[in-house]
């Protein structure tokens, strides 16, 4: 007994100095770092050094603004005439030399925007709804660089701060999803297609407009949760692309799930040489669990070879892939050929 006391005290100690060490590491990296947001991938075409700085810049004017910068950075903010008018990129350039880190921050304030920040991520969603939805904009890229537009962001985070203070269980509670019911038309098969097509271009709405179409496709997509008809597999397939958002994805998959088997295989062998390409085809693959049942796999043996000898080929391909090859799907798939 002894000795099992004696190493629940040690791996005790070795998960604190574990836990220590992980602290100290995300305390050495920044809080926000401007360049972590000019990835052009995000938005489908180069944003330059910018928009990153708009984006640390509203932040650190907040802090200034509530005397929450460390006395460290007065020296450059001083530089400034008036650092409250001043464009919010400049601020982030020449003060915070383009990343916020916790050190920055008086004390006082430390535990609130490590909160804010890295633990709940409500920096970034209260800017998109503050700032990108106020303004009517479709994405970040298209915030101009003033501290005139940061208001309603700073009141929002004030009110958060103040929340925090008062240990308020909802200090950090986000806005709640729009609800959408669908009509009469949309639940019959035409109406729903012409519905879903519409929602597909949502990347192209102002944010609050695309918050609404991202509600009305979530609830598309589960009105066909189990769904016999054979053209719905083909449709939703057709959503899953390189730049298919994954909580999007994820509910495709689920209603995919939910419908005959026959039906979602059809419709991944008829595309499946467009989803290699796209690099969602594995996803695709794995879909029923990871894993084919038994009767899925007699199936297959009687029809996977009604396929064209490219798509046999591609998928095969695909299920020998060093990051897939271990997975059961592509183990089954694999054992079809003879």
Not at 9 to 14: C, R, T
Not at 190 to 200: I, N, P, Q, R, T
Not at 211 to 235: C, R, S
């Amino acid at each position: 007994m002894l000795m099992i006391l004696k190493l629940m005290i040690s791996l005790d100690k070795l998960l604190q100095s574990f836990s220590a060490m992980t602290q100290n590491e995300l305390g050495q990296l920044p809080l926000i770092d401007a360049d972590d947001y000019n990835d052009p991938k995000i938005y489908g075409h180069p944003v330059g050094d910018l928009l990153g700085l708009i984006y640390l810049g509203g932040f650190g004017l907040w802090l200034h603004k509530v005397n929450g910068l460390s006395p460290a950075y007065l020296s450059c903010i001083n530089e400034f005439v008036s650092p409250l008018s001043i464009q919010p990129s400049l601020f982030a350039k020449n003060v915070l030399k383009g990343k916020l880190f916790l050190d920055a921050i008086q004390p006082n304030l430390q535990e609130f925007c490590e909160a804010y920040i890295r633990n709940t991520c409500l920096y970034g969603s209260d800017y998109q709804e503050y700032v990108v939805g106020e303004l009517n904009l479709v994405d970040m890229s298209q915030v101009p660089d003033s501290a005139d537009i940061l208001n309603v962001l700073w009141h929002r985070i004030s009110y958060r701060l103040d929340a925090f203070i008062k240990k308020d269980d909802h200090w950090a509670a986000h806005k709640s999803r729009p609800v959408v019911t669908l009509t009469t038309s949309e639940k019959e098969i035409e109406g729903w297609k012409s519905s879903f097509a519409k929602v597909l271009l949502m990347d192209t709405l102002p944010h609050r407009e695309r918050e609404q179409a991202l509600a009305k496709f979530w609830a598309l997509v589960d009105h066909m949760h189990g769904t016999n008809n054979t053209e719905i597999p083909y449709i939703l397939i057709k959503s899953f692309t390189k730049d298919s958002d994954s909580s999007l994805q994820e509910a495709v998959t689920r209603a995919l799930y939910s419908i005959p088997f026959e039906n979602v295989w059809n419709a991944i062998v008829s595309d499946a040489l467009r989803l290699e390409e796209e690099g969602q085809l594995a996803s695709l693959l794995g879909l029923w669990a990871n894993d084919f049942s038994e009767n899925q796999i007699e199936y297959l043996k009687m029809h996977f070879y009604d396929a064209p000898v490219n798509v046999q080929n591609t998928i095969f391909a695909t299920a020998q892939k060093p990051e897939n090859i271990r997975n059961p799907w592509a183990y089954k798939l694999l054992r079809l050929v003879k």
